[in-house]
């Protein structure tokens, strides 16, 4: 991937914002597909009710275990491996996700404060389940992706000073702009410098006042946005899915040439 640049406009652990270039629109396309569904994430999969005397059916319970993120960590399992979960709680009491106990130290749910069912005096909930290591390819709840999406990055040009007879009206843009007008900007600016339009409140008139304005996008460069559901970091997801694209790359490649 050494021939890409790759620039971050903001990064924590389960969300990110970043600049890829120089790439076409359907590689973009490739690598949100490649983040959604195929890297894989461990869900619960299947539950084995001990005791269940809430008001809500092992049915349900099992739906709403299956949407509990559980740590994935890279490269240490395999596709179909399995790894042991359990919980028991007794009523009156909330059982949350933290109450969840795993077979491995390296599986664990990823967040600690989901709701499972709120427990009445003399109800109990204990189970045992299997979590297995699967891609969103195969199901929704194996996508460690949770919100990933794509946009062209854009420029924005002053053509002229405003007429003054000019409505005010707002011109409202999304995204990230790579500064090219850093002289006409209300704020300290430099050219080439990434900007989130969460900055000026998505409205160019606030950054650029009293201009005329034309946005253009920025040839071959894709403003990715992306979020995890915490079983792995956007940093992980990330290579993960420039793995796979790799990985399928050489395969074709292989096998064209037999």
């Given at each position: 991937m050494s021939e890409y640049e790759v620039q971050f406009v903001d990064r924590s652990e389960r969300h990110a914002r970043f600049v890829v270039r120089p790439i076409t629109p359907a590689f973009a396309n490739g690598i949100r597909r490649a983040m959604i569904a195929d890297v894989p994430t461990f869900s619960i999969d299947t539950v084995r009710v001990v005791e269940n005397s809430s008001v809500m059916f092992d049915e349900q319970i099992g739906l709403r275990l299956g949407l509990v993120p559980l740590t994935t960590p890279p490269g240490e399992f395999e596709i179909g491996d399995e790894v042991t979960l359990s919980l028991d709680v007794s009523g009156p009491d909330t059982a949350y996700s933290g109450d969840i106990v795993s077979s491995d130290e390296m599986v664990s749910v990823a967040d600690e404060h989901i709701p499972i069912i709120d427990l009445k005096e003399g109800q109990r909930?204990?189970?045992?389940a299997d979590a297995v290591l699967d891609?969103?390819?195969e199901h929704a709840k194996h996508q460690g992706g949770v919100a990933v999406g794509y946009r062209h990055l854009q420029t924005v040009e002053v053509t002229g000073d405003k007429s003054e007879f000019d409505d005010g009206d707002p011109h409202i843009l999304r995204g990230v702009i790579e500064e090219q007008a850093a002289e006409h900007a209300d704020a300290d600016a430099e050219n080439g410098e990434l900007v989130s339009t969460d900055a000026f409140d998505n409205d160019l008139t606030n950054r650029y006042p009293d201009k005329e304005l034309a946005v253009r996008d920025v040839q071959d460069?894709?403003?990715?946005?992306?979020?995890t559901d915490g079983s792995f970091s956007v940093d992980d997801l990330v290579r993960q899915a420039a793995g796979t694209l790799e990985s399928r790359a050489a395969e074709l490649k292989e096998t064209v040439q037999l």
């Amino acid at each position: 991937m050494s021939e890409y640049e790759v620039q971050f406009v903001d990064r924590s652990e389960r969300h990110a914002r970043f600049v890829v270039r120089p790439i076409t629109p359907a590689f973009a396309n490739g690598i949100r597909r490649a983040m959604i569904a195929d890297v894989p994430t461990f869900s619960i999969d299947t539950v084995r009710v001990v005791e269940n005397s809430s008001v809500m059916f092992d049915e349900q319970i099992g739906l709403r275990l299956g949407l509990v993120p559980l740590t994935t960590p890279p490269g240490e399992f395999e596709i179909g491996d399995e790894v042991t979960l359990s919980l028991d709680v007794s009523g009156p009491d909330t059982a949350y996700s933290g109450d969840i106990v795993s077979s491995d130290e390296m599986v664990s749910v990823a967040d600690e404060h989901i709701p499972i069912i709120d427990l009445k005096e003399g109800q109990r909930l204990e189970f045992e389940a299997d979590a297995v290591l699967d891609t969103g390819r195969e199901h929704a709840k194996h996508q460690g992706g949770v919100a990933v999406g794509y946009r062209h990055l854009q420029t924005v040009e002053v053509t002229g000073d405003k007429s003054e007879f000019d409505d005010g009206d707002p011109h409202i843009l999304r995204g990230v702009i790579e500064e090219q007008a850093a002289e006409h900007a209300d704020a300290d600016a430099e050219n080439g410098e990434l900007v989130s339009t969460d900055a000026f409140d998505n409205d160019l008139t606030n950054r650029y006042p009293d201009k005329e304005l034309a946005v253009r996008d920025v040839q071959d460069a894709f403003v990715f946005d992306v979020e995890t559901d915490g079983s792995f970091s956007v940093d992980d997801l990330v290579r993960q899915a420039a793995g796979t694209l790799e990985s399928r790359a050489a395969e074709l490649k292989e096998t064209v040439q037999l």
